[in-house]
C-alpha cells in the first residue's frame, strides 16, 4: 500500500508519497522557507502562499508532491 503524507492549511492539501520522491531537492530549492527535510514536520505551509506553493508542486519532476484544492462548503 502506498505511503500517503497529507499537509493542509485553509485553502490546500498537499500530498506527499515518499516512494516516489527522487530527493531532486527542487522544492527546497525553490520555496527553503517550507521544505526543511531534516525536521518533523518537514513542510510549513504557512511560509508560502498559496500560488507559491503550486508552483512550486507543479515543478516536482518525480510527482511525490501534488496538491487539492479544498472545496468550500
Same mark, same amino acid.
Given at each position: 500500500?502506498?505511503?500517503?503524507?497529507?499537509?493542509?492549511?485553509?485553502? #490546500?492539501?498537499? +500530498?506527499?508519497? *515518499? =516512494?516516489?520522491?527522487?530527493?531532486?531537492?527542487?522544492?527546497?530549492?525553490? #520555496?527553503?522557507? +517550507?521544505?526543511? *527535510? =531534516?525536521?518533523?514536520?518537514?513542510?510549513?505551509?504557512?511560509?508560502?502562499?498559496?500560488?507559491?506553493?503550486?508552483?512550486?508542486?507543479?515543478?516536482?519532476?518525480?510527482?511525490?508532491?501534488?496538491?487539492?484544492?479544498?472545496?468550500?462548503?
Amino acid at each position: 500500500m502506498e505511503k500517503k503524507i497529507e499537509y493542509s492549511n485553509d485553502e #490546500l492539501v498537499i +500530498v506527499w508519497r *515518499p =516512494q516516489l520522491c527522487q530527493h531532486a531537492g527542487i522544492c527546497v530549492h525553490c #520555496l527553503p522557507k +517550507v521544505y526543511h *527535510p =531534516q525536521e518533523r514536520p518537514w513542510v510549513r505551509m504557512e511560509n508560502a502562499t498559496t500560488a507559491e506553493l503550486m508552483e512550486q508542486i507543479d515543478k516536482c519532476p518525480s510527482g511525490a508532491l501534488t496538491y487539492r484544492l479544498k472545496t468550500s462548503k
